[in-house]
């Protein structure tokens, strides 16, 4: 069974919903490097072994970065899981883990990488919107999609309502994401792109959930 590690900076939802999923892999650990991170307390919960590390406490970003992957690598990881991890990563950390390390983020990539991608996408007017899971690259929100959903965009949305529509399809795609890396289903191909083995009809509707429209 494969072994992985998830990062975490506050709420931990989606890191509840992939411990939640019960996936036929270990959660070996959760960072946080906020020690009031919500999330830390819900791994409590679930049994899971957790770890506060202190970015203040080191002296650049790769120092932290590479105390991380001590403790990672301690936990012999196949898979780093960001989860609502609110800190760029260094090139060093980001090489070190190519293609063992994975992300969401709130938007359907390539649109509204960074933050605040809700508001953004309102005021933008857009009428689809969604999350994105994708491996992580030197290039901020910008590597190679794994899985997406889309939500309709209504006019009289508050960014609030906009981010729990988003939300609850990122609680699917995730674990989804994971189970297809457990099971060895995803692949990466010369392009960069990801495909999946043996995808069923379930699988391939999960980027267009029911929009109720
Ligand atoms: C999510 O919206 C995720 O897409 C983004 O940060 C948020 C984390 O939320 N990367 P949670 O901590 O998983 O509840």
Request: neutral net charge; aromatic residues 6%; hydrophobic residues 45%.
């Amino acid at each position: 069974m494969k072994n992985i590690v998830i990062l975490v900076s506050g709420r931990g939802s989606n890191m509840q919903a992939i411990l939640e999923a019960k996936l036929p892999l270990k959660v070996a650990a959760v960072i946080s490097n906020k020690a009031d991170a919500q999330g830390l307390e819900i791994a409590r919960q679930h049994g899971v072994a957790t770890q506060v590390l202190n970015h203040r406490d080191y002296p650049d970003r790769e120092s932290f970065d590479r105390a991380m992957a001590a403790i990672i690598d301690g936990h012999r990881a196949d898979l780093v899981v960001l989860a609502g991890f609110m800190r760029i990563l260094s090139p060093w950390f980001v090489a070190h883990y190519r293609n063992r390390l994975i992300n969401i983020h709130p938007s359907l990539l390539p649109s509204f990488t960074g933050l605040d991608t809700h508001a953004r996408a309102l005021a933008e007017g857009v009428k689809i919107h969604g999350c994105t899971v994708h491996f992580v690259t030197e290039e901020l929100d910008r590597g190679p999609i794994v899985v997406q959903a889309a939500v309709p965009v209504f006019p009289d949305d508050s960014e609030a309502v906009l981010a729990a529509r988003v939300l609850e399809q990122e609680h699917r795609i995730y674990p989804a994401a994971l189970r297809w890396f457990a099971e060895d289903r995803l692949t990466i191909g010369e392009n960069g792109a990801v495909g999946l083995k043996n995808q069923n009809k379930t699988e391939r509707s999960l980027p267009v959930p029911d929009m109720e429209l």
